[in-house]
């Protein structure tokens, strides 16, 4: 071979070495490629098992859903079978609007069951749906259960106090003035009133608002039957109200009741459970003719502000725990026809300004623990009992020209020598 046969040889091998160099390198990037198809095709293959698992929870799941729903249709289709629902989960709304449709004589019970229960039904909105639903007729319709007497007490009437009045035997003194209309008398509490007067706050105003604020008159007392509930502040915003009179309630006095400016009567007398303090707030009734707060448990003082009240004609604190001085400003009811304050706890001396009283006819003071002595100026008054209570020093000699007075139980009383004594004034 020649030499250049020998460069060609070598020339060929080294093309041929080049050539499958590139092959290699080819053949190199074609198993990255096919790696990276392999490793997207298993990645893939990943997420779609991962789909078809989850697409399987989810078929299950509505299988049971339907299964679960089929077997509530099959129950709803047997009459005889109870169902329970937590009324505790509905809506407020939903609650008063179920409520409403209970009558309200039975709806109150229900507050018992849960607190939830309780604070639905104390609401100013449950009242108004309440009250929407009512028939006309129960507004209208007697209370059977509640009997019903507003009789003012008479020559015929028992007092509860064990004590006696002799006011009968006095002739000229006209009894308590009747300011009570005959056509009340023996009249019974309609049912939506009984409800009322038992009902929760909240719907007791809703209920006055409503239904009530052109009542002139309420006379609700009981003698068989007693609620025992407190005075009802809702009645305070009666502003036509006339006449009181409330017999079975108990608690104190509202001072809301000295908005009742058109007030000209009130009788709270015969209730034993009524207790506290008599409101000053109650001396803003200038328009008051008639008050009797007797046979209660009321205690404290007179308020002094009474003496405000100048078109007062009877005046009845009789039998309760009263205690502290008469107010000398009593004297400037001009008015006063009938003042009893007797069986209480007062202290202190007769004010001198109850004898300045031209309308005066009737003073009963006995029971209490009055002192000092009796002032001269009593006698314009046509009967006077300061029995049984601690005065002392000489009766004056005025009163031989009284019309009537009762002195004894008193043994610190000293009678002038010219009058004629008994044994049952020294007692």
């Not at 007398?269 to 803003?284: D, S, V, Y």
């Not at 049984?388 to 000293?414: C, D, L, Q």
Request: net charge neutral; proline share 6%.
């Amino acid at each position: 071979m020649t030499p250049k046969h020998i460069a060609d040889i070598f020339t060929i091998l080294s093309t041929m070495q080049t050539q499958l160099s590139d092959l290699q390198t080819q053949s190199a990037a074609q198993q990255r490629q096919l790696s990276e198809v392999l490793s997207v095709y298993n990645a893939d293959r990943s997420d779609n098992q991962t789909q078809q698992a989850r697409l399987q929870q989810q078929q299950t799941h509505l299988q049971n859903s339907i299964s679960s729903l089929s077997n509530s249709i099959n129950l709803l289709e047997k009459p005889m079978r109870k169902f329970y629902t937590q009324l505790n989960e509905l809506p407020d709304e939903l609650l008063v609007q179920l409520f409403s449709w209970i009558t309200p004589t039975k709806v109150f019970r229900y507050r018992r069951l849960s607190h939830r229960f309780k604070q639905v039904l104390e609401t100013k909105h449950f009242a108004a749906y309440c009250l929407a639903r009512v028939p006309k007729a129960d507004f209208r319709r007697k209370q059977r259960i509640i009997h019903f007497d507003i009789e003012i007490e008479s020559e015929s009437d028992s007092d509860s106090d064990s004590d006696s009045d002799n006011d009968g035997n006095i002739g000229g003194v006209d009894h308590k003035l009747n300011l009570f209309p005959c056509d009340v008398k023996k009249k019974g509490l309609t049912i939506m009133e009984a409800v009322f007067l038992q009902a929760p706050a909240e719907f007791q105003h809703v209920f006055a608002a409503s239904k009530m604020m052109k009542y002139r008159q309420v006379y609700w007392t009981w003698k068989y039957y007693l609620p025992r509930v407190p005075i009802p502040v809702a009645l305070c915003s009666l502003s036509s109200l006339v006449c009181l009179a409330l017999r079975g309630v108990t608690g104190e006095i509202p001072p809301e009741i000295g908005r009742l400016l058109s007030l000209q009567s009130i009788n709270l007398a015969e209730n034993p459970g009524l207790i506290g303090r008599i409101p000053p707030e109650l001396c803003l009734l200038k328009k008051l003719l008639f008050l009797e707060l007797s046979n209660c448990r009321l205690s404290g003082q007179i308020p002094d502000e009474i003496g405000s009240l100048t078109e007062m004609s009877e005046l009845f604190l009789n039998c309760n725990q009263l205690e502290g001085p008469i107010p000398s400003s009593l004297g400037n009811l001009s008015n006063l026809r009938w003042l009893n304050f007797r069986n209480n706890k007062l202290t202190g001396v007769v004010p001198t300004e109850l004898g300045h009283l031209p309308e005066l006819l009737c003073m009963k003071l006995q029971g209490n623990m009055l002192t000092g002595p009796i002032p001269p100026q009593l006698g314009q008054i046509a009967f006077v009992d300061l029995s049984s209570n601690m005065i002392i020093g000489h009766v004056p000699r005025e009163v031989r020209t009284w019309f009537g007075y009762a002195f004894n139980k008193n043994p610190g009383m000293i009678f002038p020598a010219d009058i004629t004594v008994t044994s049952q004034d020294l007692e």
